[in-house]
């Protein structure tokens, strides 16, 4: 029956929706085309739950019931006059998130990873960074979330995850079946690849999206983010080191890494190694130079294609269904935005009764309780745009940048969910090893999401009050 409800919920719901008369909503004057979008919203929150298509499909699908219904070149019958219509959204701007900005950001970070891998940049750069953490179980430990911490600010932490536990499949193997090290070191890949993706724009894509709503006066450049996510993440991983320490401690005195390679001198190698360099550095430049992240993403995928390190084979292998995701995200949030539904629904409930910090906390909970159970994208693709919009009205209401703090405290909490196997693919390669249990996993994830969102309220706190924000 389970298996039955799942593709029935998310076709009844949003067809009952679609039925009700326009003065039933608790929304003020709502149009036909908020009333479209709210179900497309529904539509599309059911779809990424449940899961009865991929979460990329339904990202597509967003897309294409927009331009159908909702478009100003949609189906006809959609757009007959009416008083209740409402605002229809351009064709070419729901097309136009197919290659958005932040669409163009993550590709080239698929290419700078994608180039690395190939020419074993990752590896190598892992095996010189391990030397000087020696053979003493915690310490190699710290090394391993160290250098998985950093690969997942530049590289899918699903790739990054999935290299880091192959170079520690032979150290998991020399441990005894009941030594607790065991787990600890399994966990310390997954927990180290989600806590790293917040140091970046483009490590994790609820950032990208965030960055969506942050434009303006409220912009923040790649090197502006660094500035406070590096600090953030290098704080939490040394909490999640010492929590994982502290509930498995290793019975093995002496661990040994053995990572065999060397870097490649080749001349496409040399290329690689020079094009990653300049790009994170003109990424942390933004100010000097001029260029914005979007801008410079794109040196790496002109050079990479043209000297042939990336082929068309290799682009076979990027994650479009990553992209796919996030457009739709970026669809579904310029359809509330645009046909004036998040602002109005924002409007209809009295936010100016609570107290901010109400707002933010409660916000800040909600995601992370979503993102333990589904796609992390997918969670902030939600939320995002209504937060957005609250944001804005909470701007009076707060003494420094209301809709900063909000969207970031939010942002933040949508990577902090990693307590299940199912919570991020990182989570879900570990698990598969065999040598992690779903109760230890929530017990670490749960402790370090908590500790994670209290860390966020603090930092952006704290951000408030110097006025970075």
């Not at 932490?157 to 607790?180: E, G, H, Q, R, S």
């Not at 502006?224 to 996510?229: I, R, S, T, V, Y």
């Not at 953030?232 to 999640?240: C, D, G, Q, T, Y």
């Amino acid at each position: 029956m389970k298996q039955y409800l799942k593709y029935l919920f998310p076709i009844l719901i949003p067809g009952i929706i679609l039925s009700l008369p326009l003065s039933w909503f608790p929304i003020e004057n709502i149009t036909l085309a908020e009333q479209r979008i709210i179900a497309i919203f529904v539509l599309a929150a059911l779809c990424w739950v449940l899961e009865p298509i991929p979460i990329y499909a339904t990202s597509v699908l967003i897309i294409v019931l927009e331009l159908l219904f909702v478009s100003d070149k949609g189906l006809w019958f959609t757009q007959q006059a009416s008083p209740d219509l409402g605002i229809l959204l351009s064709h070419k701007d729901i097309m136009a998130t197919f290659a958005s900005p932040i669409i163009m950001l993550f590709l080239g970070g698929f290419f700078l990873a994608m180039a690395a891998t190939k020419y074993r940049l990752d590896v190598n750069l892992a095996r010189v960074l391990l030397k000087p953490f020696g053979q003493q179980p915690k310490y190699v430990m710290l090394g391993l979330m160290m250098i998985t911490a950093v690969f997942s600010m530049f590289m899918s932490n699903t790739a990054t995850t999935a290299m880091m536990l192959a170079i520690l499949t032979p150290v998991l193997a020399v441990f005894a079946k009941d030594d607790l090290g065991k787990v600890g070191f399994a966990l310390a890949i997954p927990v180290a690849a989600n806590v790293g993706g917040i140091g970046t724009p483009i490590g994790t894509p609820p950032n990208a999206i965030a960055l969506k709503y942050l434009v303006g006066d409220k912009l923040i450049t790649f090197g502006e983010w660094m500035a406070f996510g590096v600090p953030f993440v290098i704080v939490l991983l040394a909490v999640s080191w010492f929590i994982l320490s502290r509930l498995f401690p290793a019975d093995t005195d002496n661990i040994e890494l053995t990572i065999k390679g060397r870097f490649l001198k080749t001349p496409q190698a040399i290329i690689v190694y020079c094009t990653f360099t300049l790009t994170i550095l003109l990424w942390l430049m933004g100010g000097i130079h001029g260029m914005n992240a979007y801008v410079v993403a794109l040196i790496p995928v002109a050079v990479f294609s043209v000297t042939k390190i990336i082929t068309k084979e290799d682009l076979k292998k990027i994650s479009w269904d990553v992209l796919w995701l996030v457009s739709g995200g970026i669809a579904l949030g310029l359809g509330l935005e645009k046909t004036g539904l998040a602002a109005n629904a924002v409007a209809a409930i009295p936010f100016g009764d609570f107290s901010p910090l109400v707002i933010i906390g409660g916000a800040s909970v909600l995601c992370l309780l979503m993102a333990n159970f589904m796609s992390h994208t997918a969670t902030a693709n939600l939320l995002m745009p209504i937060v957005a919009a609250l944001g804005l009205s909470m701007h009076s209401l707060l003494p420094y940048g209301g809709q900063v703090a909000l969207i970031l405290c939010v942002t933040f909490a949508a990577s902090l969910g990693m307590s299940l196997p199912i919570s991020t693919p990182p989570n879900a390669l570990a698990h598969a090893s065999g040598h992690i249990n779903t109760k230890q996993m929530a017990k670490v994830g749960a402790s370090i999401g908590v500790i994670g969102l209290l860390m966020t309220f603090a930092m952006v706190y704290l951000l408030t009050v110097i006025g970075f924000i």
